[in-house]
């Protein structure tokens, strides 16, 4: 269990790094008006969560350690907006139109009203 997690960890830290090297070297390249990086980010990360995941689970290539190792640890640090993808998908596969439009409007709209509520108490600090 201990290595399990050491393993998870360090795939976390990669996930960080990567973050942040691509998101800066997109940010570079395009314009700074929009945030490109964050963009790039989310969506490599959404394709390679859908990639694995099948490899996993479709496929068996994939085993349960390294598809946690992959999944939690190098993507959850990498990008949690693959997971979100993820689980929409998952609900939309399985017919559940109205929780996939509910998950989607309840974590960005919320999620954004929680985001300026959050700097308004800072400011009100």
Not at 41 to 66: K, M, T, Y
């Amino acid at each position: 269990m201990i290595q399990k997690l050491i393993l998870v960890a360090l795939a976390g830290a990669v996930g960080t790094l990567c973050r942040y090297g691509l998101g800066n070297l997109v940010h570079r390249w395009l314009s700074a008006g929009f945030p490109w990086g964050t963009v790039c980010v989310n969506l490599v990360g959404s394709f390679a969560f859908g990639l694995v995941w099948a490899l996993a689970v479709q496929r068996a290539v994939i085993g349960p350690e390294a598809r946690l190792i992959i999944l939690t640890g190098f993507m959850g640090a990498f990008t949690t907006f693959s997971t979100f993808m993820f689980e929409t998908g998952e609900l939309l596969r399985g017919g559940q139109w109205l929780f996939a439009m509910g998950n989607l409007a309840l974590q960005n709209i919320i999620g954004l009203l929680a985001v300026l509520a959050g700097m308004a108490l800072a400011r009100a600090l």
